[in-house]
């Protein structure tokens, strides 16, 4: 199953960068490529400096397309949603949940410029968070549970 939600991530990554900006088939293809490697760094935590860049536009916040500011707060609700005392089966669905709403939100995004770059910034550390959430047990689920939610709230502080 762990094959599986990282083969999900790699190709939501991959729908994601082709579908932002306009770039030719080639150029695609190199990128796409490049963005399987990035997304094996990024969840090992080579990578992590550039997601730490997340930053206002000159003390505002960025303009983000309606899409994905729909699928931020549907991901609030699914952990919002869960139940009280969830068993392992309700974290093993939550993730999977929560990866197919990032994976809306690579898909349709139209953002460019800055604005599209702070939003892989928010995005990446929340992709890894969902990766360590398919990959725990126990308590651990839990605590990963409340470190989504906190950096799910912080999506209207920095996206309009």
Known sequence: MKFYSFLIW?????????????????????????AGTKTEEATTGEDHEAIAELRLDNGSKWIANTETTQGIINMKKLVEDLPAQPAQQDYKILQE????????????????????????????PLKDLFEQLGKS??????????QILIKLREYDQYFQ
Not at 15 to 23: H, V
Not at 137 to 146: C, R
């Open 137 to 146: 047990s126990g308590e651990q689920s839990g605590e990963i549970v409340d």
């Open 97 to 124: 949940s929560l990866v197919s709403e990032l994976n809306l939100i690579f898909q349709k995004c139209t953002m460019t410029g800055e604005a599209h770059e702070q939003l892989h910034h928010y995005l990446l």
């Open 10 to 34: 790699c190709l939501g990554i991959t729908l994601f960068l082709s579908g932002c900006g306009n770039k030719s088939s080639e150029q695609q293809v190199s990128e796409q490529a490049a």
